[in-house]
């Protein structure tokens, strides 16, 4: 089962990468940096867990109202630091051109959001195999995990555009304020109700990626 999910999982990451970075998918430095982006999602667990939820206890944030923002804000600050980080040290290294930066983001974004994606994928795989699954919702649950891989693939390419800008801070900020919301909407489905959720948190997701999208075609003078 996790194998058919790592393959799905994998699947998305291509539709994802190609738009942003078709033109580096021969060079082996993008692959080398979505294999980083994959270790990078079980160490923002491991720094979270370890060091940011104690810590939140201590300061008695909770996991509710403006304590459930904070916490949404240091889990997205945490994943965009370790997504960019590899991307900054191969930059400054190499000299690289933003046209690399930014894809190198791309598949750091690509590998995090894999990591995350078959392992939500493996799940709705086993449970599929349960009386009250149906074949529609086991679908369903699969395919909304396209859309967290192209936030990630899109907000980090983002934030390394912006770094060979001199505008990290601000490039960070939007990423964390793009994941802050649809953190939030996915922690409110109760609320919205399982259509509504889904719908508004893909729409904003796909708004993210062309947006993105659309800045590397303009800024490096890629045509569609």
């Not at 370890?50 to 206890?57: H, M, Q």
Request: proline share 5%; hydrophobic share 60%; charged share 10%.
């Amino acid at each position: 089962m996790q194998v058919i999910a790592v393959l799905i999982a994998a699947a998305f990451v291509l539709i994802g990468l190609f738009p942003l970075a078709r033109g580096h998918l021969k060079h082996p430095t993008l692959w080398i940096m979505m294999g980083v982006g994959l270790f990078a999602f079980p160490i923002t667990q491991w720094v979270n867990r370890t060091i940011w939820e104690p810590l939140a206890f201590t300061f008695g944030i909770s996991q509710v109202g403006a304590g459930l923002v904070v916490n949404l804000i240091a889990w997205a600050l945490l994943a965009e630091v370790f997504k960019f980080a590899p991307v900054l040290i191969v930059g400054a290294m190499t000299e690289a051109p933003p046209g690399d930066w930014f894809a190198y983001g791309a598949g750091a974004g690509a590998g995090f959001g894999l990591f995350g994606a078959q392992l939500v994928i493996g799940l709705a795989l086993a449970a599929s195999r349960f009386p009250f699954t149906t074949a529609l919702s086991t679908t369903l649950a699969i395919v909304l995990r396209l859309f967290p891989i192209l936030t990630h693939i899109a907000t980090t390419a983002f934030v390394c555009w912006a770094a060979t800008r001199r505008w990290l801070i601000r490039g960070l900020l939007i990423a964390v304020a793009a994941q802050v919301i649809l953190g939030l909407i996915d922690r409110g489905q109760g609320a919205l109700g399982t259509t509504l959720g889904p719908l508004l948190s893909s729409m904003i997701t796909l708004f993210l990626f062309l947006s993105v999208w659309t800045l590397r075609d303009r800024a490096f003078g890629v045509s569609p």
